[in-house]
Nanobody, 123 residues
């Protein structure tokens, strides 16, 4: 059973940066498509970014394009989300998710989810 554990959240000032990490265990990251989502206070869960397994294609929501970067290290079983130019609107719980299809696209269902890590951006 694949397990995902996020880390790297915390409190940051507006304009700052954070890098979130997602550790994959219970299986190999190879062949998994990976994504990041978030859920802010009173909001629905939102897709942020995805990365495919084979080709490394990346996908981004318009709200984070140019500010956030998803990457993966298959050898280390790690996935990252680099977040720059953060604003209070980015305050949310951030989740890592994986799909067995390998696509990383929001159009396919996610099979595994982490517990989330809290990000708070102060103004």
């Amino acid at each position: 059973q694949v397990q995902l554990e996020e880390s790297g959240g915390g409190l940051v000032q507006a304009g700052g940066s954070l890098r979130l990490s997602c550790a994959v265990s219970g299986g190999s990251l190879r062949t998994l498509g990976m994504r990041w989502y978030r859920q802010g206070p009173g909001r629905e869960r939102e897709f942020l970014a995805g990365i495919s397994w084979r080709s490394g294609w990346t996908y981004y929501a318009d709200s984070v394009k140019g500010r956030f970067t998803i990457s993966r290290d298959d050898a280390e079983n790690m996935v990252y989300l680099q977040m720059n130019r953060l604003s209070p609107d980015d305050t949310a719980v951030y989740y890592c998710a994986a799909d067995s299809s390998g696509s990383g696209s929001r159009r396919s269902s996610a099979d595994y989810w982490g517990q989330g890590t809290q990000v708070i951006v102060s103004s």
